[in-house]
Structures are given as C-alpha cells and as structure tokens.
C-alpha cells in the first residue's frame, strides 16, 4: 500500500531564517507530487507541482521554491522566511491519469510557525 | 480563474440533525471531489463525482453533482460527533486537470 510521510510535524522558526520541509512517497512510482498551504484551517492554495523528477512548477509568486531529487522525494524551501509563510503545509501525491480523473492522496502536514 | 464558493462557512448542529453544505462556481468542472480534514491532519478524500446530476451516498452521506457540472452539495443525515471536520470541496479544472479548492464548510456537532 502506498503512505506519505511528511517532517517535521511542526516548526517554529524566526524571521529570515531558511526553510527546508520534507516529503516522501512509499508504494508507488513516479507520482505527480503537490505543495499546498492551508492558512488557518481554510482552503488550500496549491504552491507547486511535479510531474517528475527535476520538473517543477509554480502556481503562486513567492519566496519559496520547491526541489524534486529523486522521483518519491519533495522538498519545500525557502532562504529567509516571512512571517506571513506561516501556516499548515500539505503534501499531496496522484497517480498521473491522461486526460482523466486524479485522486489526490495527502500528507499529514507540517505545521509552520514564523515568529 | 475557476473558483468554488462553499457555504457555510461555519456550522454548529446538535447530534442526530440533518444538514446541507454546498459547493458552488460559474464554472464548469470535469468532476468534483469531497474531502473531510480534521484538525492538524491531512485532508481525506470521501467522493468523487463525475457525471452531471449523479448522486452518490456513502453510510449517512448523500453527495450530488449539479446537472450542469458547476455545483454540488453533500447532505448528512443524523449527524453524529464523529462528522465533526472541515468539509472541502475540489473541483478538477477544465483548463489545468489541476484540482480547484474550495474554503471549506467547519462542521460542529455536539453531542
């Protein structure tokens, strides 16, 4: 069966600091894997997608970025924090469907506190 | 932009009523989903419809997808404590096959 594992659970972190969450997929391969942030347990805003390893792409202009360097592998990253990068941050994966329906499985989140 | 407008935003019901949350846009989706968060946790998908007008029920979930692909709604019967959560809607866009979210309904119920 597939999991998702995300880490840390929660951070708190100070303004200008870096930033590094992690992702990782069990059970599948080459999944399309998705950033989220969710902003006081509201809707989610997608941040970037991958369709494959090294493939990245941005929904939202930020000072985040997002890194893919190995195919069950997602990394979110930032060089100095904001305190408005504060929030839940989800991790999601969908077994890629042509031109058809994708389910997407999420990660149990990382709570993010920028102080 | 597509966007999913959910109603209400809050909902505070005491165990063994019924209630309706909705999912509307002016746009038109391929399919809509449904999922259930709970606090500090992932979302967790419940229903994905795809078809328009098709109603789908799971135990005391009933979820409908309006005959034009545009809205939806998910009605509860004889809600208990355990439905407690955050309600969101997802729509799959035309334009991007990338999911749309909604805000999302918070669901009370007390027992």
């Known amino acids: 069966s597939q999991t998702i594992h995300q880490w840390p659970a929660t951070l708190v972190q100070p303004v200008g600091s870096p930033l590094s969450l992690e992702c990782t997929v069990e059970?599948?391969?080459?999944?399309?894997l998705y950033w989220y942030r969710q902003a006081a347990g509201r809707g989610l805003q997608l941040l970037f997608y991958?369709?494959?390893?090294?493939?990245i792409s941005s929904e939202v202009p930020q000072n985040l970025s997002a890194s893919r360097p190995q195919d069950r592998q997602f990394i979110l990253s930032s060089k100095k924090l904001l305190l408005s990068d504060s929030g839940f941050y989800l991790c999601?994966?969908?077994?890629?469907?042509?031109?058809?329906?994708?389910?997407?499985?999420f990660g149990p989140g990382t709570r993010l506190l920028v102080l | 932009t597509q966007l999913l407008e959910q109603s209400p935003q809050f909902l505070s019901i005491q165990e063994g009523e019924n209630l309706t949350v909705y999912c509307n846009s002016s746009s038109v989706f391929s399919s809509l989903q449904w999922y259930r968060q709970e606090p500090g946790e992932g979302p967790v998908l419940l229903v994905t419809?795809?078809?328009?007008?098709e109603v789908k029920k799971l135990k005391r979930l009933t979820f409908q997808f309006g005959d034009a692909r545009k809205d939806s709604s998910l009605h509860i019967t004889a809600a208990q404590p355990g439905d407690t959560g955050l309600y969101l809607c997802?729509?799959?866009?035309?334009?991007?096959?990338?999911?749309?979210f909604g805000k999302g309904t918070k669901l009370t119920v007390n027992p």
């Open positions: 999601a994966w969908s077994v890629p469907a042509r031109g058809g329906l994708e389910t997407q499985y």
């Open positions: 419809v795809v078809t328009g007008g």
């Open positions: 997802a729509g799959e866009s035309t334009r991007s096959e990338k999911l749309v």
């Open positions: 991958s369709v494959g390893i090294g493939q």
């Open positions: 059970g599948t391969s080459n999944p399309n």
